[in-house]
């Protein structure tokens, strides 16, 4: 809910401008006379020039000034030079860094503001996850086997059985997270999937800006569409899809250069 201070507001009329959906009228002063067609999005306290308008919920200092002045070949070289890592070192990420992946998830924008994209952060936990993963492959790779005619079909499915027989002999063995300390996983609704999968991307980037490693595992995603156990161990309901799960650590591996990718196909109207 956002609070107008009417000490303060100077009644220049600026966020009910920019309230897209008509909730603040400005007289002399600004007033939020219909709350109900307010959806939280915050313009107004961002747009105010003297800091009239809040936000109930939150800490005063979670606002803070934009910060907007990153070079568009610095951003691109960003975007361009991040990469999937599958060499990790062994050291956990710390607290704050863990903090500062989940500060970029929450800021991408969501559907009607909704920011139904909850997180589940995974240490102790992942050989657990790693076991029943490789299980459900295993369960995944024998039922393809069985109808597979296409030899790269044949070929995954073989892969996923003997990925689960080696895990079994050799608890190393880590062809998903790749021995990776931190999970970081996104659950949501099935209406708002595409804003977990937005705020994945985002996560992923900053993740980059902080010099990690960070790999999409979709192996992952798919065996916990598959699996109660996984879904019971993270806790996710009936009504909620893991979206995504980001695999996190320091790597123990650098790309000097940025790696190739087919021009963008664009049409032009
Ligand atoms: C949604 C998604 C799921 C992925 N799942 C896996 C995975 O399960 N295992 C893996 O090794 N790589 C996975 N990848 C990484 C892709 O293979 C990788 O992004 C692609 O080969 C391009 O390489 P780059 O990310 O280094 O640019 C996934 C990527 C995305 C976007
Ligand atoms: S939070 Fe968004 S929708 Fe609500 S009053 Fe402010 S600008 Fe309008
Ligand atoms: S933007 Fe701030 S000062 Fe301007 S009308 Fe709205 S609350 Fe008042």
Redesign the pocket.
Known sequence: MIRINKETCIGCGRCACDCFPGAITVMEKAELSNPAACIGCGHCVAICPVSAVSYDGLPADDIIPSEKDVPPEKMLGLMRS???C?HFKATSLPDETLNSLLQAARACPTAKNLQATRYITVRERIPELLDLALDTLGRIGQKQSETATDPSEIRRAENFIRWREQRRTDPDFDP?FFHAPQLLIFVSPEDSVCDAAAAAAYTELMAASLDLGC???????ACAAMSPKIRNLLGIGEAERLV?CLVLGYPDVSYPRT?PRNPPQVTYL
């Open positions: 991040r990469r999937s599958r998903l790999l999409y595992s979709g192996y992952f995603t995504r790696a």
